[in-house]
């Protein structure tokens, strides 16, 4: 039973460390809102509607196979370590913070092109990240066009919940189904 139990844990534990991030992120962006001044009730929800979404897509995604993860992981390290820089007013967190969400847009748009075929959910997934890296950017060093950048990632944020709603689910990357975990005594008969 604890072997058992060790193998599923393990199993999950993916899914559980990315949701984790999601959750961080979610709670750096209301802060980063909280301290600009644009804490509003339209970008909470929008916010809380595309944490939930993308928690969506990464279960559906097959991007835990490719060895991109990790530095997708490593951009995110950064991202909290530039965000605790911001809030504790140390200096250079807006250049750390920049830098990790540069790196992630860079990543994306990598992993994007480096697929093949092109679909449109893919396009409208990297349009959607790429356009909330520059937005949060922007807002971090408080330059123009940061709200209309803001509008369009909602636009394309839309456009991409539309694409993966109609998309082909056969054309879908196949999940290895879930198998039954041999007991204790299965795996000592075969050692």
């Known amino acids: 039973m604890p072997l058992t139990f060790f193998m599923q844990s393990k199993r999950n534990n993916l899914t559980g460390t990315i949701r984790l ?60 370590v530039g965000a605790l820089f911001i809030l504790l007013h140390f200096p250079n967190g807006h250049i750390i913070a920049s830098a990790a969400h540069v790196s992630v847009a860079a990543l994306y748009t990598y992993r994007t092109l480096q697929k093949k075929p092109i679909k449109f959910l893919d396009l409208t997934k990297w349009l959607w990240l790429t356009l909330t890296q520059m937005s949060t950017i922007f807002t971090l060093w408080r330059l123009p066009y940061a709200q209309l950048l803001a509008y369009f990632g909602i636009g394309s944020f839309f456009l991409m919940m539309l694409a993966f709603f109609i998309s082909d689910k056969s054309m879908a990357p196949a999940h290895v189904p879930h198998q039954d975990t041999p007991d204790e005594d299965t795996l000592l008969d075969q050692l």
């Open 21 to 80: 991030y999601i959750i961080l992120y979610g709670v750096l962006l209301f802060l980063f809102a909280r301290l600009s001044g644009s804490l509003e009730l339209w970008w909470i929800i929008l916010t809380i509607v595309q944490l939930v979404v993308l928690d969506q897509l990464l279960q559906e995604s097959n991007i835990f196979q490719s060895p991109i993860i990790r530095l997708f992981y490593i951009s995110g390290s950064i991202l909290l």
